[in-house]
């Protein structure tokens, strides 16, 4: 009988230590929670602010007079439209053209480069307009740009910027004459690559993706949905498909530089496959994306109960039919959501479009699958590896309009799941 109250007594104290175990493990896992969310908070944070001003840009607006002495009709290419121009700048600034030439070179910094093809591509339209005044609306140049919206200050050492005190003055005094004004970029969604950052733009890369990913999408999806229905539903459960199985699950897990190697052997040096292009990096994609696809598909048709397969041979359908007219639909909406989430890796993948070219400057927008290309990810390593220092903030942009890509493929996936899964 004494005996009772000590075991009620050990058995209390190891309840309580086992309570303290769980408040421990609910707090680390709080705490780990907590880790992770504030450091993906400090990173998007940093790459919103990075990335934000990239979104709003100055543009400026003056008329121009194309004097008949520096521009031949008989030579249109020959002129020096960006030095023409210069020179028209400085009366607007109160600066005076000296005969060295300096103010107009310091005018020409100023200024980008697409305000010059912009007034050569209007004189091969119309040759006429020579000797007469028209308007021009244009970016400013990237430093300037830079200077507008405050990243670049008279506080930084004059020897260090590529700016000096004279052309802020300038700068100034045009802003405040009205003849620059700030707007949002949609210039950085309806341009292609450019040396100049105020006039480079995603629509190259982002059109060079959505080619890249039909063409994976068309061959990861039916592929790998096929050959998880055959494994799954089909194959005899021997060595031979174990040892398929295993392999599948190890590619999955294998590095996606891997893989480009592969593209680079395969598709381009035995197969004679363009480099850069939408086809081969999507045929080197689809690669990567297929085991993810197997494995989604094959973890959706278990989930189905083997009652729909043994109803449907009940009444009289064939293997096949069962499978194909029961199984599958009810199994889809885990075999899109998996489609859907392999795909959006795939969006984001850098290092094996790498290895088949894809690093290239791309300056137009890719015709074809077979045309050269680049895409968000290439676009992003090649802006950042840029040394000019607007580009730095457009490489933010572009890595926030990835990631807007990619979670809405994401969410697509979590909606469809939710819409259309069955609990059994």
């Known amino acids: 009988m004494t005996d009772a109250p000590d075991r009620r007594a050990a058995a209390a104290a190891l309840l309580k230590k086992r309570y303290a175990a769980e408040r421990r493990f609910r707090t680390c896992g709080l705490l780990a929670i907590a880790f992770a969310v504030a450091f993906l908070g400090i990173l998007l944070a940093r790459v919103v602010t990075q990335g ?58 100023m200024l980008s480069p697409d305000m010059g093809f912009q007034l050569l591509d209007r004189l091969k339209k119309d040759p006429t307009l020579i000797g007469k005044t028209i308007s021009l609306t244009a970016p400013v140049g990237g430093n300037a740009d830079l200077y507008y919206k405050g990243e670049l200050s008279r506080a930084i050492a004059e020897g260090d910027r590529k700016l000096d005190d004279a052309q802020f003055a300038w700068l100034d005094k045009l802003k405040k004459d009205g003849l620059v004004k700030g707007h949002f970029n949609w210039g950085l969604f309806t341009r292609s690559d450019s040396t100049q950052p105020e006039i480079a733009g995603l629509l190259g890369s982002i059109t060079g993706s959505a080619l890249m990913l039909l063409v994976t999408a068309l061959v990861a999806v039916p592929v790998g949905v096929m050959a998880a229905v055959y494994l799954e539903e089909f194959a005899p459960q021997n060595r031979f498909t174990g040892m398929i199985e295993v ?42 994306a ?60 850098t290092a094996p479009l790498l290895m088949i070219g894809m690093v290239s400057f791309v300056p137009g927008v890719p015709e074809g699958f077979t045309s050269g290309a680049t895409v968000l990810p290439v676009q992003i390593f090649i802006w950042e590896n840029a040394s000019e220092r607007a580009f730095h903030e457009r490489t933010a942009a572009a890595i926030l309009v990835l990631l807007g890509f990619m979670i809405i493929m994401n969410a697509a996936a979590i909606i469809l799941r939710r819409r259309f899964e069955r609990r059994w």
């Open 52 to 109: 934000a001003p990239a979104f709003w840009t100055h543009s400026i607006t003056m008329p121009v007079y194309v004097d008949p002495a520096k521009v031949d009709p008989r030579d249109l290419q020959g002129a020096n439209y960006d030095m023409l121009l210069a020179e028209q700048l400085l009366p607007r600034v109160g600066a005076p053209n000296d005969e060295l030439g300096e103010n107009a070179l310091k005018a020409k910094d």
């Open 247 to 288: 392999n599948i699950n190890n590619l999955a897990a294998v590095p996606s530089i891997v893989y480009g190697l592969l593209g680079l052997a395969v598709f381009i040096n035995w197969l004679g496959f363009p480099r850069s292009a939408p086809i081969t990096g999507g045929l080197v994609l689809a690669l990567m």
């Open 290 to 349: 297929l085991p993810t696809v197997i494995i989604a598909t094959r973890s959706s048709l278990k989930a189905v109960p083997p009652s729909i397969r043994e109803g449907a041979l009940a009444v009289g359908a064939s293997k096949t039919q069962a499978v194909f007219h029961h199984v599958l639909p009810l199994a889809m909406p885990g075999i899109m959501t998996g489609t859907i989430i392999s795909l959006a890796h795939a969006l984001g993948e």
